[in-house]
């Protein structure tokens, strides 16, 4: 059955390093998206993305983040200057059809630990 | 500011049991809704979506919706404790909402033998 892949799946680094977090969509997929769940919170939006470009983002993704996907299978979530508060699971989904009645998949996520 | 409200639980409830999870939304055009389950340290995985008023059933999951009450819930029949996991209600306001989900804190569902 096809998945989301997500590397790594646990990625450690210093405050103010740039990281980058990549994904592999479902391959006939159209759609991607980013959310984040910090500790015992609830999962939130980040950001979707469609034809090569941002479709809707949330207040969370500001100039620190951006996203690309740089050749035709991976999906990649970059944040420029990380801060504690960075510090979360971060999911990568995807679904074959945009808009509110399509099913999104997740990928079993990547910990992002800043220090 | 779009709300979806879940009882956050646990909730318990023995072996072969019914499991009755609750959830509110507060934007009154949401489109559609979906029920994720959540094992600790893993990803949501999803089980069910609803999109129209009624009931919904696959295998020993219903979705009930009723929009007028912003209302959905997930029944889990014949409760087994693999089912003990976090069920996290999603909804999309659809519109130019491009497939955002906003996502409720998620209710713990304990099955105990």
């Known amino acids: 059955e096809p998945e989301v892949t997500q590397t790594p799946s646990h990625q450690v680094t210093q405050m103010g390093q740039e990281v980058i977090l990549r994904c592999v969509p479902i391959?006939?997929?159209?759609?991607f998206y980013w959310y984040r769940q910090i500790l015992g919170q609830k999962v939130e939006f980040l950001v979707s993305?469609?034809?090569?470009?941002?479709?809707?983002k949330s207040e969370i993704f500001d100039d620190q983040f951006s996203v690309e996907r740089p050749d035709g299978s991976n999906f990649t979530l970059k944040i420029r200057s990380t801060k504690l508060e960075d510090s979360a699971m971060y999911f990568c989904?995807?679904?074959?059809?945009?808009?509110?009645?399509?099913?999104?998949?997740f990928g079993p996520g990547t910990r992002l630990t800043v220090l | 500011q779009k709300e979806v409200e879940q009882n956050s639980g646990p909730l318990s409830v023995p072996e072969g049991a019914i499991a009755s999870l609750n959830c509110t939304y507060s934007?009154?055009?949401?489109?559609?809704f979906f029920w994720y389950r959540q094992y600790s340290g893993k990803s949501p995985e999803l089980i069910m979506f609803?999109?129209?008023?009624g009931d919904k059933e696959d295998g020993r999951f219903t979705a009930q919706l009723n929009k007028a009450s912003q209302y959905v819930s997930l029944l889990i029949r014949d409760s087994q404790p693999s089912d003990s996991a976090t069920y996290l209600c999603?909804?999309?306001?659809?519109?130019?909402?491009?497939?955002?989900?906003?996502f409720g804190q998620g209710t713990i569902l304990t099955v105990h033998p």
């Open positions: 989904a995807s679904s074959a059809l945009g808009g509110g009645g399509d099913e999104q998949f």
């Open positions: 391959s006939n997929h159209l759609y």
């Open positions: 993305f469609y034809n090569n470009e941002i479709s809707e």
């Open positions: 934007d009154r055009g949401s489109q559609s």
């Open positions: 609803i999109y129209s008023n």
């Open positions: 999603a909804v999309n306001a659809g519109g130019t909402s491009y497939g955002k989900l906003t």
